[in-house]
């Protein structure tokens, strides 16, 4: 299995970017899909979950209120809609899976991952 992540880029604060994750196959049981970010210098972490059915969602105190974790289970997809982005923001963004559940922040418990998309805000 192959998650590609795609969306990133150059924004300006305040301004908005949707990042993508598609699949390529199953995740198996390991159908809790979430999105981490690490900075140049820090620690990967986490920034949001989504469960299988889209229901139910996690966000890290940092991102709630500002971004959106969505899927669509027929294109194998997960969405990160960032809105009201800041500099702070700006990280390599890691899409992923686990067989955990959504409340599972530590990076050790997601089994797949995805490349990374790069993300810049600029003040």
């Known amino acids: 299995v192959q998650l590609q992540a795609s969306g990133g880029g150059p924004v300006q604060a305040g301004g ?3 990042l993508s994750c598609a699949a390529s196959g199953s995740t198996g049981s390991s159908n809790v899909r979430g999105w981490f970010r690490q900075a140049p210098g820090k620690e990967r972490e986490f920034v949001a979950a989504i469960n299988w059915s ?3 969602t996690n966000y890290a105190d940092a991102v709630k209120g500002r971004f959106t974790i969505s899927r669509d289970n027929a294109k194998n997809t997960v969405n990160l809609q960032m809105n009201s982005l800041k500099p702070e923001d700006t990280a390599v963004y890691y899409c992923a899976a686990t067989r ?3 409340y599972s922040k530590r990076a050790t418990d997601y089994n797949y991952w995805g490349q990374g998309t790069e993300v810049t805000v600029s003040s």
């Open 100 to 102: 955990y559940t959504i």
């Open 54 to 56: 889209g229901k139910t």
């Open 16 to 18: 908005s970017l949707r």
